[in-house]
């Protein structure tokens, strides 16, 4: 049977984190939210409410449930404090393995023998992050997609150490979710990043080959293939600079050059130019 799942922790409260919570919370747990700048807590649960507010005018929640997911939310200024109860973590932090690595051994610590692990790494290796951890076999990815609380894909990564129960574990809290997982051995990059990371970076040397414009590249895949979005329009929600540090790792490590990433996506980085989040990416953000 798998375990029962009623209080979260999420660890990073930026794009990704606040999302995170947000769905825990519609799922009717107790959600306690933490970031090491405890500036960034405050905005992060105005966001939520903003997402809620859109959910209201859009039909698909009541003003009781945005109400009671709020309550269900606490903003977690101590690491340790937030932790101590959890049966569940989720990390949403920053895209370094060395990073994950020194707060997952901190979790360890300070988190119940038996608390679940996860990480939501787009491309990082699991058993990385668990090498070394009392209780490895907790350690499970958990890679949400932006916008957390529309999108419904959750990959589930599994390394070798992975317990069934923790991995049936996230599993349900996923679809409690209104989410629908896949489950995925840890591997570069897992299923979504390596073929997103693929489509992403073409799309990016079609821009610098003058095959078409942004918009009409985006548009082929939207109208052709069916997308929700394009791959232009994707990058720039999740962040040049999250998708210049795939692609460098998937790089490295699978050895392809279909991995490589083009020098208008660094040209950008480089620039500050890294999507929504700074107002210009491939598109421009600005109101």
């Not at 859109?54 to 009671?68: F, L, N, P, V, Y």
Request: with cysteine; glycine share 8%; net charge negative.
């Amino acid at each position: 049977m798998a375990k029962a799942v009623a209080e979260v922790v999420v660890i990073g409260a930026g794009t990704m984190g606040h999302g995170i919570a947000q769905v825990c919370a519609q799922s009717g747990r107790r959600v306690a939210l933490h970031d090491t700048d405890a500036h960034a807590l405050a905005p992060a649960k105005e966001r939520i409410a903003a997402n809620l507010e859109g959910g209201i005018r859009r039909g698909k929640i009541t003003e009781q449930a945005r109400d009671s997911t709020l309550e269900r939310i606490v903003l977690a200024e101590d690491l340790h404090d937030a932790t101590t109860r959890a049966d569940l973590v989720v990390e949403a932090i920053v895209e370094d393995l060395d990073v994950k690595r020194q707060l997952f051994a901190r979790l360890a610590a300070a988190a119940p023998a038996d608390a679940i692990l996860a990480s939501n790494t787009s491309s990082l290796s699991i058993a990385g992050i668990a090498e070394g951890l009392p209780h490895p076999e907790r350690v499970v990815g958990m890679h949400f997609f932006n916008p957390v609380h529309i999108m419904k894909l959750v990959e589930v990564v599994v390394h070798e150490g992975t317990s069934d129960a923790a991995r049936d574990a996230v599993l349900e809290v996923a679809r409690s979710m209104g989410k629908d997982p896949i489950v995925v051995q840890d591997s570069p990059g897992f299923a979504s990043s390596r073929l997103g990371v693929v489509l992403g970076l073409e799309a990016m040397r079609m821009v610098e080959q003058g095959v078409a414009s942004v918009e009409d590249i985006d548009k082929a895949m939207k109208l052709g293939y069916g997308h929700p979005m394009g791959p232009l329009q994707l990058t720039d929600l999740v962040g040049l600079d999250v998708r210049l540090a795939i692609a460098e790792f998937l790089h490295s490590t699978l050895k392809s050059d279909q991995y490589a990433p083009p020098r208008i996506l660094r040209d950008k980085v480089a620039a500050g130019k890294l999507g929504k989040k700074s107002g210009h990416g491939f598109y421009d953000w600005k109101d």
